[in-house]
């Protein structure tokens, strides 16, 4: 199960904290001025905020939470949701308004670099993990155009599921897009709890349909319309809520 990492590395958080820049927190660190739960700190160390104990220079730096932020951003093809990755050059963070470029933010979840929509990122730690655990069952809606037509008669083993590699692939609801009882299509709509590494992808390449567009537009009952492709907006307290309701209807 991926989970909200909420350690930083130890000169983030000390410049973070406004001691110093990151790069005088380096040199403190090289320095052996940093320590670290009565150990001397080591550059590339991470250590997560209001847990670990870190002094600099004999004295203790206390911990001050950042207010908590969480953005709903539509993610365009071509980046990928992640904070650092070397072999990739464009994450969903370059998308962030200046104003919350220098914000610690993670993706609560994930979409694989070639598609595109609904990404959540936040600080708040307990949200992006309540928001990935599979006990949660946070329903994500994905909108899929197939390049070849996909049968009506093999919607059953999207929802039976099927074992692939050591892992169970499986969707909790798929239909068509428009007339539901046509006998086949290339667009539709599906929902599931979980969501494994390119899950969907996986599922239909099995079963001899390659993904042409991969998008998910909902996250519980919050829907990704009005927010333009590239664009990021702040959630309030009943937008968050919306994202564990349940959708009002079933696709």
């Known amino acids: 199960m991926e989970t909200y990492d909420q350690r930083i590395r130890i000169q983030k958080f000390i410049a973070d904290q406004g001691i110093c820049s990151r790069r005088a927190a380096e040199g403190h660190i090289r320095n052996g001025n940093v320590v670290v739960n009565g150990q001397l700190a080591q550059l590339g160390d991470k250590i ?148 494994k590494k390119r899950e969907i992808r996986r599922l239909f390449s099995v079963l001899g349909f390659d993904v042409k567009r991969l998008k998910r537009y909902q996250i519980g009952r919050y829907n990704i319309k009005g927010i333009p492709k590239g664009a990021g907006l702040p959630l309030a307290p009943n937008d968050i809520e919306k994202l564990f309701q349940q959708p009002i209807e079933a696709l």
Request: net charge positive; charged share 30%; with cysteine.
């Open 48 to 195: 997560e905020p209001g847990k670990d104990f870190i002094s600099l220079e004999g004295k203790r730096i206390t911990y001050r939470a950042p207010a908590k932020l969480t953005i709903a951003l539509n993610k365009p093809k071509g980046f990928i949701c992640s904070n650092d990755d070397p072999h990739n050059d464009r994450t969903v963070f370059d998308l962030l308004p200046k104003e919350f470029a220098n914000q610690r933010l993670f993706c609560a979840g994930r979409l694989d670099k070639d598609s595109e929509g609904l990404v959540i990122l936040t600080n708040d730690g307990d949200l992006a993990n309540k928001l990935m655990h599979p006990s949660s069952l946070v329903t994500k809606i994905y909108s899929v155009e197939l390049k070849q037509l996909f049968p009506k008669e093999k919607i059953p083993k999207l929802l039976n599921g099927i074992n692939y590699e050591g892992e169970r692939l499986k969707v909790e609801q798929a239909v068509f897009l428009g007339n539901r009882n046509r006998p086949e299509s290339k667009d539709l709509d599906v929902a599931m709890h979980h969501g």
